[in-house]
């Protein structure tokens, strides 16, 4: 990459943990309670790391606007009830952890730019003694989702990073525009949710499938 590197802002679902499971339970139920056919696993799949209102509009396109937030608010009931059992299914993917401390130690600032909510990112950091370690955060609360790069500029401006001194970690092509349309160079994984191809097409700068590889191609 390159030694003047100075910022490395993650997507969380899909990049950091593996937070499927729980959105397509969330997903399945509130399909059901609202009376709509659930579309798939694959079809929720896809959307992760899109905000959850743009996420509902596009696997549910021909529903209407009050049908979607009828299933935004029971997909977030049952969410939060998740949130409550003792063993949440949000697993990190191994070895993500010890990458973020490398990089911390490594004197790299870290960022998040996610679909989720402020309240969900700061349970899963949480959860998994992560929140120490990020100095900006920039969740679906913040302003426009992805692909749009208002939460990596938030990023920028927070840390006083440019541009070409930073770089958008994600499993998604949402993520890989969203680097382009900011002007920052990304890195593509291929354990989350996206194919490899679609990565590339997306304009990835890199991509990598190895969570072991993340930190050495990141310090150059």
Not at 81 to 94: F, K, N, S, V
């Amino acid at each position: 990459m390159s030694e003047s590197l100075k910022l490395a802002i993650f997507d969380c679902d899909g990049t950091l943990v593996d937070g499927q499971h729980m959105i397509i339970s969330s997903m399945k139920r509130a399909s059901e309670k609202c009376k709509i056919p659930y579309p798939g696993d694959e079809q929720v799949r896809r959307i992760v790391g899109l905000s959850l209102f743009e996420a509902i509009t596009m696997i549910y396109p021909k529903i209407s606007d009050n049908d979607h937030t009828l299933l935004h608010s029971a997909f977030v009931e049952h969410f939060q009830y998740l949130r409550t059992l003792d063993e949440q299914h949000e697993p990190l993917y191994d070895g993500i952890h010890e990458t973020i401390l490398d990089l911390y130690r490594t004197g790299i600032l870290l960022g998040v730019a996610t679909g989720k909510s402020s309240r969900g990112l700061r349970t899963t950091l949480n959860n998994h003694n992560l929140q120490d370690y990020f100095v900006t955060l920039n969740t679906a609360d913040d302003g426009p989702g992805k692909p749009h790069p208002s939460m990596i500029n938030v990023a920028l401006a927070d840390t006083g990073v440019d541009p070409e001194n930073a770089v958008m970690i994600g499993d998604t092509t949402y993520d890989m525009v969203m680097a382009t349309n900011a002007g920052v160079r990304s890195i593509g994984v291929t354990w989350g949710y996206h194919g490899r191809e679609e990565l590339i097409s997306s304009g990835a700068d890199h991509i990598i499938d190895e969570v072991s590889a993340l930190a050495d191609l990141i310090k150059g």
